[in-house]
């Protein structure tokens, strides 16, 4: 069977920095198109805008508006092959309707009614969960099982075998990122199905990653070698929240912070070479001691974020939303991000950074908004 390509549409302009709308110039991008071939200096400015200019939308989405619907689809969609994972994502308003948070990061969330197992599979795809609220899901990570609990962050390798077991009688909800969107575009996924049942339903207190990798600043000297991800299954929330106190806490007895006064910030990093624990996702935890207001940044690649607790406000460009524990919202590339604290904010966010910085591409600028006139 032949392929027959569609002609593509050059439109002929009037413009100043247009050459001269003449029958012969129509001729010509006729010509173009029958062929298949589009001038440079029709697109140049889409295709070379002076700075990013991304689809994206600043949004938000409110948890307390998300978590009902979650708890719905719990009682009406199983969770076994079909459904495969109980997940509703979150679909940028400017994305055309694709379950796409940004151009290159997903983020959706996930529900576990008691008893249920989430079968297991493999995808090249990147991932994590991040736990707000809840407990008592085990995460089974290439026959790893994981405790899940709040505040915890579980990163997760692709093509890892990886199924979710509830071991409760109550459901849990949580928070998944990954790079879906950015491989999509590459044309690099694979996905492959593994058995229909979790294949290791015990429940242990500390997961084997834990017991090898989880003690801060030791590395085992019987697993060397670096890996292109994080072998650590786990970041529990005691060490995140002890780590964030000290940093205020130093800075109130007189210890200069690097970053705006009243905000503390840690990044989840690879034990085994302290870059990112993913090769294309970045993750990071930001508490803001009350009153504090940071700079506005503006950063090549795109941000989600979840306000773990707290309340504040964000602003987005020229969007503004008071934030709650919960929400979240989306950052696009090169949209300034403000953040407000109220009484206390806490953050959980994460990016496509480490693909920009690896391909020598990130920029981040910070802004006064009174120049900007916001």
Same mark, same amino acid.
């Given at each position: 069977?032949?392929?027959? %390509?569609?002609? &593509?549409?050059?439109?002929? +302009?009037?413009?100043?920095? #247009?050459?001269?709308?003449?029958?012969?110039?129509?001729?010509?991008?006729?010509?173009?198109?029958?062929?298949?071939?589009?001038?440079?200096?029709?697109?140049?400015?889409?295709?070379?805008?002076?700075?990013?200019?991304?689809? /994206?939308?600043?949004?938000?989405?409110?948890?307390?508006?998300?978590?009902?619907?979650?708890?719905?689809?719990?009682?009406? &969609?199983?969770?076994?092959?079909?459904?495969?994972?109980?997940?509703?994502? *979150?679909?940028?308003?400017?994305?055309?309707?694709?379950?796409?948070?940004?151009?290159?990061?997903? %983020?959706?969330?996930?529900?576990?009614?008691?008893?249920?197992? @989430?079968?297991?599979?493999?995808? =090249? #795809?990147?991932? !994590?969960?991040?736990?707000?609220?809840?407990?008592?899901?085990?995460?089974?990570?290439?026959?790893?099982?994981?405790?899940?609990?709040?505040?915890? !962050?579980?990163?997760?390798?692709?093509?890892?075998?990886?199924?979710?077991?509830? /071991?409760?009688? %109550?459901?849990?909800?949580?928070?998944?990122?990954?790079?879906?969107?950015? #491989?999509?575009?590459?044309? @690099?996924?694979?996905?492959?199905?593994?058995?229909?049942?979790?294949?290791?339903?015990?429940?242990?207190?500390?997961?084997? +990653?834990?017991?090898?990798?989880?003690?801060?600043?030791?590395?085992?000297?019987?697993?060397?070698?670096?890996?292109?991800?994080?072998?650590? *299954?786990?970041?529990?929330?005691?060490?995140?929240?002890?780590?964030?106190?000290?940093?205020?806490?130093?800075?109130?007895?007189?210890?200069?912070?690097?970053?705006?006064?009243?905000? /503390?910030?840690?990044?989840?990093?690879?034990?085994?070479?302290?870059?990112? &624990?993913?090769?294309?996702?970045?993750?990071?935890?930001?508490?803001?001691?009350?009153?504090?207001?940071? =700079?506005?940044?503006?950063?090549?690649?795109?941000?989600?974020?979840?306000?773990?607790?707290? =309340?504040?406000?964000?602003?987005?460009?020229?969007?503004?939303?008071?934030?709650?524990?919960?929400?979240?919202?989306?950052?696009?590339?090169?949209?300034?991000?403000?953040?407000? +604290?109220?009484?206390?904010?806490? *953050? !959980?966010?994460?990016?496509?950074?480490? &693909?920009?910085?690896?391909?020598?591409?990130?920029?981040?600028?910070?802004?006064?908004?009174?120049? =900007?006139?916001?």
């Amino acid at each position: 069977m032949t392929m027959t %390509a569609s002609p &593509v549409k050059i439109a002929a +302009s009037d413009a100043a920095d #247009q050459p001269t709308r003449t029958p012969e110039l129509d001729a010509l991008y006729r010509g173009f198109e029958s062929e298949l071939l589009v001038p440079l200096w029709t697109e140049i400015g889409d295709l070379m805008p002076a700075h990013p200019r991304s689809k /994206a939308l600043p949004h938000l989405w409110r948890w307390q508006d998300l978590l009902p619907l979650a708890a719905q689809a719990g009682e009406l &969609v199983p969770v076994g092959r079909g459904g495969e994972r109980r997940a509703i994502a *979150l679909a940028n308003p400017g994305l055309g309707g694709r379950p796409f948070a940004t151009p290159t990061l997903w %983020a959706a969330i996930q529900y576990l009614n008691p008893g249920e197992d @989430a079968p297991v599979h493999r995808h =090249t #795809q990147n991932a !994590f969960r991040f736990v707000v609220e809840g407990e008592g899901v085990w995460t089974v990570v290439n026959g790893d099982a994981v405790a899940m609990r709040r505040g915890d !962050f579980l990163p997760q390798a692709g093509w890892a075998w990886h199924g979710h077991h509830n /071991a409760t009688d %109550a459901p849990m909800a949580w928070i998944d990122g990954l790079d879906i969107p950015f #491989q999509y575009a590459l044309d @690099a996924t694979f996905f492959e199905f593994g058995p229909d049942a979790v294949d290791n339903l015990e429940t242990p207190d500390r997961s084997r +990653s834990e017991r090898l990798w989880g003690h801060p600043g030791l590395r085992p000297l019987t697993h060397l070698g670096p890996t292109p991800a994080t072998p650590l *299954l786990v970041y529990r929330w005691e060490h995140t929240d002890k780590a964030l106190a000290d940093q205020l806490a130093l800075e109130k007895e007189g210890v200069a912070a690097t970053v705006e006064p009243g905000h /503390a910030a840690v990044r989840y990093t690879n034990p085994t070479d302290g870059r990112d &624990v993913m090769p294309t996702l970045r993750t990071e935890f930001h508490r803001l001691a009350p009153g504090t207001e940071t =700079t506005a940044v503006s950063e090549v690649g795109s941000t989600v974020a979840q306000v773990f607790d707290g =309340t504040g406000e964000v602003v987005v460009g020229d969007r503004t939303w008071t934030v709650e524990r919960g929400d979240l919202f989306v950052v696009p590339s090169w949209q300034p991000l403000t953040l407000r +604290s109220e009484h206390g904010l806490d *953050l !959980f966010r994460f990016s496509d950074t480490p &693909v920009f910085e690896n391909l020598h591409l990130h920029r981040r600028q910070e802004t006064d908004r009174q120049e =900007t006139g916001r």
